[in-house]
């Protein structure tokens, strides 16, 4: 998976305020793009005799712009089809899926990159994109176990808001904490320092990085090997049993 231009979150007020216009300027051309390519792409998968889209519509959308953008401009397409009339044709469940995504009410600007295209297509979009999300197969809030306030020692979740889009595998998603400040949820500090179990890089995080500390049902064999090694490292190091952590 490739790195893609910088998603700008805010809207042109804001940017004017922090000094980014040329940011958001830059965002919103790609925006636009996106918002064509997704009609491109509807009108050439488009299959008259069962009026379906063909297999590969949204993918190659995606692979072009990636997944945060796509997302976006699908979540401020919903937006800008709620307004009108045939607000109806769209179901709520696909309207709950794009409020996932907060896209800033950004004057003549959002609708500039909202797709223009029926209904149904764009909702059939939509769950082609949805699919080739879950094929990645990625670690969420779901994974998580809410009661695990302190990190220390935990397999901790990375947010994919910190993580560049080609990083996005479960194996880049997986740390286990060596410990910082940030590891308590009351300590002043925010630094988490953590080796990741996907390729045992060691740097430090700060805890908002992290969606939260992974509930145990759901770790891979492949991370309960490489964390199983790390322990047995520590433990040598040591010479002590290793407090804390899956195991």
Same mark, same amino acid.
């Given at each position: 998976m490739?790195?893609?231009p910088?998603?700008y979150p ?11 216009t040329?940011?958001?300027e830059?965002s919103f051309?790609?925006?636009v =793009? @996106? !918002? ?5 792409a509807?009108?050439d998968?488009?299959q008259? $005799?069962?009026?379906?889209?063909a297999d590969?519509c949204?993918? =190659?959308v995606?692979?072009? #712009?990636? #997944? ?15 307004k009108s =009339?045939?607000?109806? &044709? ?11 995504t ?10 500039h990159y909202?797709a223009?295209t029926?209904? !149904?297509l764009?909702e059939? #979009?939509?769950? $082609?994109?949805r699919a ?7 670690f969420?809030?779901?994974? @998580?176990?809410?009661?695990?306030q ?9 947010s994919?808001?910190t &993580?560049r889009e080609s990083?996005?595998t ?12 940030g590891? =308590?949820?009351?300590?002043?500090g925010r630094?988490v ?5 996907g390729?045992g ?5 700060n805890?908002s ?5 992974l509930?145990? $049902?759901y770790?891979p ?13 520590e433990q040598?190091q040591?010479g002590g ?6 195991m």
């Amino acid at each position: 998976m490739a790195d893609f231009p910088y998603l700008y979150p805010y809207s042109r007020g804001e940017a004017h305020r922090r000094g980014e216009t040329q940011m958001h300027e830059d965002s919103f051309r790609e925006n636009v =793009s @996106c !918002a064509r390519a997704i009609e491109q792409a509807v009108r050439d998968h488009f299959q008259e $005799q069962d009026e379906k889209l063909a297999d590969g519509c949204a993918r =190659s959308v995606l692979e072009r #712009f990636g #997944f945060k953008r796509v997302n976006f401009v699908l979540a401020n397409s919903l937006l800008e089809f709620r307004k009108s =009339s045939c607000n109806h &044709l769209v179901s709520d469940e696909t309207y709950q899926w794009g409020r996932k995504t907060f896209v800033p009410p950004d004057g003549k600007y959002n609708r500039h990159y909202a797709a223009d295209t029926a209904a !149904a297509l764009l909702e059939e #979009f939509i769950g $082609q994109a949805r699919a080739a999300y879950q094929e990645l197969g990625l670690f969420g809030p779901e994974h @998580c176990d809410s009661s695990a306030q302190d990190y220390d020692g935990k397999v901790l979740v990375l947010s994919l808001d910190t &993580l560049r889009e080609s990083c996005w595998t479960p194996r880049d998603q997986l740390w286990v904490s060596d410990g910082g400040f940030g590891c =308590s949820p009351t300590a002043s500090g925010r630094a988490v320092y953590a080796t990741c179990l996907g390729d045992g890089e060691q740097t430090r995080w700060n805890r908002s990085d992290f969606i939260g500390a992974l509930d145990e $049902q759901y770790l891979p064999d492949w991370a309960q090997e490489k964390l199983e090694e790390l322990r047995g490292q520590e433990q040598r190091q040591t010479g002590g049993p290793i407090m804390g952590g899956m195991m």
